[in-house]
């Protein structure tokens, strides 16, 4: 079995933030893990610019990450891939952007899977545990071929392979087969 994170794409320049002015009730929607409603209040969002560059230079995302809190967000072509093999462990719900809509991914497919005692974490000088450096599963709690998150990261997606999947249907392969840009699978545990 192989566990991946799902990570922006080092190449992408371009996620998204809230725009400035969203109350703190907007902000709290975008908590992980909670299966929202289509009724939702979505913020406002724009692309992330803290430096004034051209943004119109930069290649647009497929799916792309909006920080603080993180979240997935996915393009109208993006949404109409993956939304059957998400539809079990997400709600795809609508964001206005751009005289378009995007969609945030709301995994709310929680996995009680860690295994603490065999995560490592980096330990302070004053011997207090820090963040976590590697993680460790349960192998038989981790579903296959589906996203999910566990609670004790609910920042961070996952996505396992218990054993070579060809099929086309799944969201891991529905990325990479169609060339979807913004996010990568990054190899975090092995069994």
């Not at 190449?11 to 703190?24: A, I, S």
């Not at 995302?61 to 109208?76: E, K, Q």
């Not at 490592?120 to 000088?125: N, V």
């Not at 993680?135 to 589906?146: E, L, R």
Request: aromatic letters at 12%.
């Amino acid at each position: 079995m192989v566990v991946y994170a799902i990570h922006p794409n080092r190449t992408n320049e371009k996620t998204f933030v809230m725009c400035r002015g969203n109350d703190l009730e907007k902000i709290d929607a975008f908590n992980t893990g909670k299966k929202k409603t289509d009724e939702w209040n979505p913020p406002a969002i724009e692309w992330f610019d803290d430096d004034s560059r051209n943004l119109d230079k930069y290649k647009d995302p497929d799916i792309s990450y909006i920080g603080s809190p993180s979240s997935l967000i996915v393009s109208p072509h993006a949404k109409k891939l993956i939304t059957l093999t998400v539809n079990d462990v997400a709600k795809l719900l609508p964001i206005p952007f751009n005289n378009e809509t995007w969609y945030l991914l709301n995994v709310f497919n929680i996995i009680n899977a860690l295994n603490k005692a065999n995560c490592k974490y980096k330990i302070r000088k004053n011997g207090e545990v820090g963040r976590m450096l590697d993680i460790a599963f349960f192998a038989n709690k981790i579903p296959h071929a589906k996203l999910f998150m566990v609670p004790e990261k609910r920042s961070t997606f996952y996505f396992a392979e218990h054993h070579p999947d060809d099929s086309e249907n799944n969201f891991k392969n529905i990325i990479e087969q169609n060339k979807l840009f913004g996010i990568e699978f990054v190899k975090v545990w092995e069994n």
